[in-house]
């Protein structure tokens, strides 16, 4: 059998890098086109799903030719994000953005939010192709990588730089224009680069630190991903959180819903509408943080510190003002929040298990348990340690 022939020379992936970018950067080395590399040196052709679903044969040999391993390769691309940053890339699942978007709510109750059901939906992606990427990156010769992140509506700023997201033209490795080409950098405002650093905190580290506990990736994105979605109901749909609703889009200087009257899901919305949504999504996120809001949802609590209990200063009990304590709602509340999070945390699913099954010996009941937790949306493959007898 020949031998695979590694390449000479081929850049290291950066952090989060898109595949297709790392493909265009590698073939700069050769003086080549990306396509060409694929065909000609790797006998691929076209590949339209290069930075979604690549086949196992392209990955193989991409993972020949460089060296670097089938599961980096693998997350440089869309499925290697799923069930974290989506359930699937399987988009005939009716129940997809109900399962996604309307399990937990942080502006709203969830009775003020009408449920909805659609077809060919998946979480994330857009409609339409996304060129956008930070300036300082592209700009240096040496690290011209475009993050996978950035062909998503999923983040306004760069995490290394804090600044804007600019519209490209051209691909990495080779010739690139900005579609404004008098513009300087802008920086992100406080509340933007934050929550842009919480979403990349995600992307890379699998959890991200909230003021009030740190919480899985998946559950992040599905915070987020609810958020926008509240932000686009109707405010006659609201009750009494329409104030709300309309105070955050005031703060940030946009027409309430982005100007949008009739409601569609946010993936194929105008790219310029979803812009605007996630400003106001950085916007709600501080002003929770900051108190100046109080939103009604029920996950909304992570966004705030832990109450301050016990010894806080001097003042003796009499002075102190301290409001009672409903252990029970708070022991209710941390289940809800560990089955929540357990729905995309194989480590949370487990220990939640081994917790309700204390004391029991009996397999049926054992069993039992099982299917309650499948009816919670928790994957059965999640316990699989745990074998009936």
């Not at 609590?301 to 009499?318: D, I, K, R, Y």
Request: aromatic share 8%; net charge neutral; charged share 20%.
């Amino acid at each position: 059998m020949k031998p695979v022939l590694r390449w000479p020379l081929h850049p290291a992936p950066k952090e989060g890098e898109a595949l297709s970018s790392w493909l265009h950067r590698v073939a700069a080395c050769y003086q080549m086109d990306g396509r060409d590399l694929l065909e000609n040196d790797l006998g691929h052709g076209q590949v339209n799903d290069l930075d979604s679903a690549p086949p196992l044969s392209l990955l193989t040999a991409l993972s020949q030719r460089s060296g670097i391993e089938l599961d980096r390769l693998r997350g440089m691309t869309l499925a290697g994000w799923v069930p974290w940053l989506l359930d699937s890339l399987d988009d005939r699942l009716s129940s997809a953005l109900e399962t996604y978007a309307f399990q937990f709510s942080v502006l709203l109750p969830k009775r003020n939010r009408k449920t909805r059901s659609i077809t060919s939906w998946r979480a994330w992606l857009p409609g339409q192709s996304i060129h956008r990427a930070c300036p300082f990156c592209l700009n240096d010769p040496a690290n011209q990588a475009v993050l996978l992140a950035w062909k998503l509506p999923l983040m306004l700023s760069c995490p290394l730089h804090g600044c804007w997201l600019e519209s490209y033209w051209g691909v990495p490795g080779r010739f690139l224009g900005w579609e404004n080409t008098d513009a300087a950098p802008r920086m992100a405002s406080a509340a933007i680069a934050a929550m842009d650093r919480r979403t990349w905190q995600a992307l890379t580290m699998g959890y991200v630190e909230l003021p009030r506990r740190r919480i899985h990736a998946g559950l992040w994105f599905r915070l987020l991903r609810t958020l926008l979605d509240e932000l686009n109901t109707p405010l006659s749909q609201c009750g009494t959180c329409a104030g709300k609703i309309r105070s955050v889009w005031e703060r940030c200087g946009h027409p309430l819903r982005a100007g949008q009257s009739l409601w569609r899901p946010y993936e194929i919305l105008d790219p310029v509408v979803q812009l605007q949504m996630l400003e106001a999504a950085a916007t709600a996120i501080d002003l929770i943080e900051s108190k100046v809001l109080s939103p009604r949802g029920e996950q909304a609590a992570l966004f705030l510190a832990e109450p301050q209990t016990g010894f806080t200063n001097s003042l003796t009990a009499v002075e102190r003002k301290k409001e009672p304590i409903n252990y029970w709602q708070q022991a209710v509340q941390a289940i809800n929040e560990a089955v929540a999070e357990a729905r995309h945390n194989p480590e949370t699913a487990r220990s939640l298990f081994a917790l309700a099954s204390y004391g029991r010996r009996n397999p049926e009941s054992l069993e039992r348990l099982r299917v309650t937790f499948a009816k919670e949306g928790i994957p059965s493959e999640f316990l699989s340690h745990y074998q009936p007898d």
